[in-house]
């Protein structure tokens, strides 16, 4: 069974820096492009960053361009979202991603096979 599991979510002051780990599990996803969705309460989930099969791609959202860094360590089967300058507005919980298509880049939520359960970001004003 496929598994994705996040962790290094919590709250923290704007200004401030978080780093998102995703472990997956239960086939290797050397081959698999990788991402990062977040949902806001109240609001639709969006796309965030994603990272191709071997980490030479990547792609981000517009809110978070700058400030945000997703990497990937192929060996580990582990995606990492690296957050800096978080903003109340990147307040959210943020879902790790996973397509079996090597350079994947869509921002379309259904397009994603793979999601983990979610892990929380707070960041206070």
């Known amino acids: 069974q496929v598994q994705l599991v996040e962790s290094g979510g919590g709250l923290v002051q704007a200004g401030g820096s978080l780093r998102l780990s995703c472990a997956a599990s239960?086939?290797?996803?050397?081959?698999?492009?990788m991402g990062w969705f977040r949902q806001a309460p109240g609001k639709e989930r969006e796309f965030v960053a994603t990272?191709?099969?071997?980490?030479?791609?990547?792609y981000y959202a517009d809110s978070v361009k700058g400030r945000f860094t997703i990497s990937r360590d192929v060996a580990k089967n582990t995606v990492y979202l690296q957050m800096n300058n978080l903003k109340p507005e990147d307040t959210a919980v943020y879902y790790c991603?996973?397509?079996?298509?090597?350079?994947?880049?869509?921002?379309?939520?259904?397009?994603?096979?793979?999601w983990g359960q979610g892990t929380h970001v707070t960041v206070s004003s």
């Open positions: 239960g086939r290797t996803f050397s081959s698999y492009s």
């Open positions: 991603v996973g397509v079996d298509r090597p350079y994947y880049s869509g921002a379309s939520a259904s397009e994603y096979d793979y």
């Open positions: 990272i191709s099969w071997s980490g030479g791609s990547t």
